[in-house]
């Protein structure tokens, strides 16, 4: 897949990653193409023209008629996760893109990728529209009706160490309430973490133009090199920093791992999840190498495998693989938002330019998509093993 630029050179990357994957270079269209194909027969467009870059993309794959992509989701999805390259050199800001998908002769499908998921792409469910609500027969004609199994969202909280049992057979009760994510996740927690524990730092200028990136990203790269304008902005961020630093709850962070769930175990009622490896987890640092901040966050995590596995009921299992079907295939990505208890000591460089931890799972929230707008599925336990 070529990658197009505009306004300066390629960098040497995208055009490396083009090369080895032998695509042509993209035809021109009024919106900006982002990528393009003449062997698959498709270009990726982004809204806005010269102006594509903000930190949530809207893209469009459009397929030619005889595309060998169309009606494949697979093949789709391969090519969506080829545009890391491209977006992660020309659009540092970008923390998510939605992708429509213009396949000739099928409805338009939506996809999503974060940048905290790796910029992944997984499937976005179509709301279904509403529609009036049918007027009931006369009593004599009714007939029961069974109600249909659903998976109920909850809250994910560490329990006792249990005695082993298959779950039980009905899907179980939503929560009451659901606490909302931290403002700050993954590297902007362990930040915060890093100048508690290092006081000089919030009034350090390179810690404040970044944490100005993150607060206010549009504002900063439109005054970045003008120092006069910068310098109210720094101001604005320094006083941000000082409050979340005195709101925070600082002997935690919470980061979100992108994860696959896998074919249902029948004889124990659940789905296996696919961690992979995770004993430990690292956020880098989002953009530009800013001095005196680490490079990476990382925490090594001390009991990772107590997160075990999704349980639920067959009924409710078939309903809920059947909600994430589409064209015949299971979308079986989830993100979990996990929150971790940093062991005391809290980050120490490594020597590497990196902050490493120490921390164990307090609790975890399974979503069903990356913006985390949504919970999925049921509950389930993060085992202590009896501690």
Not at 48 to 53: E, F, H, K, N, R
Not at 160 to 177: G, R
Not at 231 to 254: C, F, I, M, W, Y
Request: neutral net charge; glycine residues 8%.
């Amino acid at each position: 897949m070529t990658y197009r630029k505009t306004g300066r050179a390629a960098s040497l990357a995208a055009l490396a990653a083009a090369g080895a994957l032998g695509f042509s270079a993209p035809a021109m269209a009024d919106d900006y193409v982002l990528a393009a194909s003449k062997t698959h027969k498709l270009q990726i467009l982004a809204d806005g023209g010269a102006a594509w870059c903000g930190q949530n993309l809207k893209l469009r794959m459009v397929l030619e008629a005889d595309s060998p992509d169309a009606g494949n989701q697979a093949s789709q999805l391969d090519m969506m996760n080829r545009l890391k390259t491209p977006i992660t050199t020309d659009c540092k800001t970008a923390s998510s893109a939605d992708m429509t998908v213009a396949d000739p002769g099928k409805p338009s499908a939506s996809y999503r990728a974060m940048a905290s998921g790796g910029w992944v792409f997984a499937a976005v469910a179509t709301p279904v529209a509403t529609v009036p609500t049918p007027v009931a027969p006369p009593a004599a004609m009714q007939t029961a009706v069974p109600a249909a199994a659903t998976a109920a969202p909850v809250a994910l909280q560490p329990t006792p160490a249990q005695p082993t049992s298959p779950p039980a057979a009905a899907a179980l009760a939503a929560p009451s309430k659901v606490e909302a994510l931290p403002r700050d996740m993954n590297y902007w927690g362990g930040l915060l973490r890093w100048v508690h524990d290092n006081p000089s730092l919030g009034q350090d200028d390179a810690i404040l133009r970044l944490w100005a990136f993150h607060r206010y990203p549009n504002e900063y790269n439109m005054v970045q090199n003008q120092e006069f304008k910068l310098q109210p902005l720094l101001q604005r961020a320094k006083a941000d920093l000082a409050e979340t630093l005195s709101l925070g709850n600082l002997e935690r962070v919470t980061v979100v791992v992108n994860t696959q769930f896998g074919s249902y175990d029948f004889a124990n009622q659940r789905f296996p999840l696919s961690l992979g490896n995770v004993g430990q987890v690292s956020y880098g640092e989002p953009c530009c190498g800013f001095q005196k901040a680490p490079s990476a966050f990382v925490v090594k995590l001390e009991d990772i495998d107590s997160l075990t596995g999704l349980p639920m009921a067959p009924a409710a299992a078939q309903a809920f693989t059947e909600r994430r079907t589409q064209w015949g295939s299971v979308n079986r990505s989830l993100y979990i938002a996990v929150t971790i208890k940093l062991r005391d000591g809290g980050f120490q460089s490594n020597g590497w330019n990196q902050a490493v931890a120490l921390g164990t799972v307090d609790s975890a929230i399974i979503y069903g998509d990356d913006r985390m707008a949504a919970l999925c599925c049921v509950e389930i336990t993060v085992n202590r093993g009896g501690v």
